[in-house]
């Protein structure tokens, strides 16, 4: 009988659910510090501490995620319950993290930031491994597969993109509607009320998605320790280089995002004449939008031209570019964030390629395992892309918290007069230098070590497919 193909709904209602996961992420991931440190006054320090402790705990609270996806049996499934379960509670926690009482003092708040942002990350985890892991249940293997799960990892790239776009500017809005008395509290009831509208969305694209997706019951999940993705790791040495590549280039993305905000409220707000909120959602309104184009369109087009590991060196050499150029705008006196937009094309640029070829490094990573060592680590490689982005993502976090600290940048009503010329210069530097040379040493690893050119591949689908022919004759 002939299998029926996913229909375009189908394929759509998986996107969408995408695009609400990764906007609940990007604002957490890029906001979350700001919010705290500099709206409701929590020292840097502080932050740094809970931002890195919360992250490195959630992504080791993964793998206990795993074993409860593959343990459960439902007549809806082993993911939907999960999904739904994940996502209401998330959404309810991302709410009460962005809305902390102001009436708290100085420990009560850092113990209400740490609180509700380790639950976050415990049922963002909760909606999050079950939400890729359906994929097999719904999709056959070979293209099908490989295409919806690209759809769905460019659909959560527009979901970041929608986050880093409008947020200061509907933030902005929001705080003004709800008749905010200063400009702090503009900020704080801004935040407040659109994490609630983030809330409230991403609880209905994931409703569409588990009422238009059907999973298949005979659907097995193979749940995944920490053990067994280091003796994975150990095994393999190609999906060990992109982990370490991974953790690199995500730290260098995130330190940007994470500081980019306080580069535009504190530093470059004293040169441009526009409000400081305009320059910052103009950047990212460019940087943002390239990103997408770069992950739909500048690929597809790059890889009739050029390999994987050729593409890998364009994105790279584009993001040192950007911070090239970022640095000598910095130090050149420019005042009109028209200059600005070009880093912001050529980094955001380089993220958006970056973030489908790590899928497809990975993806390569898991034939050479078979190759090399007769088992296909395929659910444990690809867990480990979430654990690795997540732990990234704490380093950032905390590398941000502790800058921000040295240089004593926070909160202030008369924001253009508090940073001195010695820690503007000094701030610039860390901003840009520090992720420079962490794609450095990530381009460095995989130049070395990353061995699976398309020649390299095409022997080893050979290898794997005489070993199969073997097999069936056997």
């Not at 991403?202 to 749940?223: G, H, P, R």
Request: with cysteine.
């Amino acid at each position: 009988m002939e299998k029926k193909s996913l229909s375009a709904k189908e394929k759509v209602a998986y996107g969408i659910g995408a695009v609400g996961k990764d906007m609940v992420y990007m604002l957490s991931a890029t906001y979350i510090l700001y919010y705290y440190q500099d709206i409701m006054g929590v020292s840097s320090w502080a932050m740094g501490i809970i931002l890195l402790v919360a992250r490195v705990f959630d992504a080791f609270n993964d793998p206990i995620m795993g074993v409860l996806v593959a343990k459960t049996q439902t007549k809806f499934g082993k993911f939907r319950p999960w999904l739904l379960i994940g996502t209401l509670t998330n959404a309810v926690v991302l709410y009460l993290m962005f809305a902390a009482p102001p009436a708290l003092n100085g420990s009560g708040m850092v113990a209400y930031a740490a609180v509700t942002y380790i639950l976050w990350g415990v049922t963002y985890t909760m909606m999050d491994i079950p939400f890729w892991s359906m994929i097999p249940a719904f999709t056959e293997a070979g293209k099908e597969r490989e295409g919806v799960s690209a759809m769905a990892r460019s659909c959560a790239g527009v979901g970041s993109a929608i986050i880093t776009i409008v947020t200061v500017k509907v933030v902005t809005a929001l705080g003004e509607m709800m008749h905010g008395s200063t400009k702090m509290e503009v900020e704080r009831l801004g935040y407040q009320y659109f994490a609630l509208v983030v809330a409230v969305l991403f609880v209905v694209f994931i409703v569409i998605t588990c009422l238009s997706i059907k999973e298949k019951s005979n659907v097995d999940v193979q749940a995944t320790s920490v053990g067994e993705m280091f003796k994975a790791l150990v095994a393999n040495d190609q999906a060990m280089t992109m982990v370490i590549a991974i953790v690199l280039i995500n730290t260098a993305v995130y330190v940007t995002s994470n500081l980019v905000i306080y580069f535009f409220k504190y530093d470059f707000s004293v040169l441009s004449t526009a409000k400081w909120q305009d320059n910052y959602t103009l950047f990212n309104i460019f940087g943002g939008g390239f990103q997408i184009l770069a992950m739909m369109l500048l690929f597809p087009l790059l890889r009739k031209f050029m390999n994987c590991m050729k593409i890998f060196v364009v994105s790279l050499s584009m993001a040192l570019l950007g911070y090239v150029s970022l640095l000598v705008e910095c130090f050149s006196g420019v005042d009109n964030v028209y200059f600005l937009l070009l880093p912001a094309f050529l980094i955001m640029g380089a993220v958006g390629l970056l973030n489908v070829l790590i899928t497809v490094f990975l993806a390569n990573s898991v034939d050479y395992g078979e190759y090399k060592n007769n088992r296909r680590d395929e659910s444990v490689i690809f867990s480990m892309q979430t654990f690795v982005v997540k732990l990234a993502s704490g380093i950032a976090a905390w590398g941000a918290s502790m800058i921000l600290g040295v240089f004593h940048i926070s909160s202030d009503e008369n924001a253009k007069a508090v940073l001195s010329e010695s820690t503007r210069i000094g701030f610039r530097m860390c901003m840009v230098l520090i992720p420079m040379a962490l794609l450095i040493i990530g381009w460095i690893v995989f130049k070395r070590h990353y061995i699976l050119t398309d020649e390299k591949l095409a022997e080893i689908s050979g290898e794997l497919e005489e070993r199969a022919c073997g097999g069936k004759h056997d």
